[in-house]
């Protein structure tokens, strides 16, 4: 039970270098639109995660 314990929290100690989202955070592409239409069919809240993620990614660190 304790080693269930220190595993659990032991990943609360690393803290990130950064404060910034756009340094941490990138886009996710799909090789080919099948991968689209798989991932639609099967798994299609990993679909809306990634286009969520890449939508963000666009709107908060793309600077035309």
């Given amino acids: ?3 269930l314990l220190i595993a659990l929290t032991s990943g ?3 803290r990130l270098q950064t404060s910034s989202y ?3 955070a990138a886009p996710m ?4 639109d099948k991968t ?4 639609a069919a ?7 995660d990634v286009l969520v993620n890449n939508e963000t990614w666009e709107r ?3 600077k035309v």
């Fill in 1 to 3: 039970m304790a080693v």
């Fill in 12 to 14: 609360c100690g690393l």
């Fill in 22 to 24: 756009c340094e941490i």
């Fill in 29 to 32: 592409y799909f090789d080919t």
């Fill in 36 to 39: 689209v239409e798989w991932l």
């Fill in 42 to 48: 099967h798994d299609r809240g990993l679909l809306v």
């Fill in 60 to 62: 908060v660190c793309h």
